[in-house]
């Protein structure tokens, strides 16, 4: 496996979970 492709699933992985810490956090401070 190419370092290049490990890079981009490590950055697609890391998009990802900012996503859903942003989506939980705006959740949890509508309340």
């Not at 370092?3 to 509508?30: A, H, P, V």
């Amino acid at each position: 496996m190419s370092n290049t492709t490990l890079k981009n699933k490590i950055d697609q992985l890391g998009n990802l979970m900012i996503e859903i810490y942003q989506e939980k956090y705006q959740s949890d401070s509508d309340y």
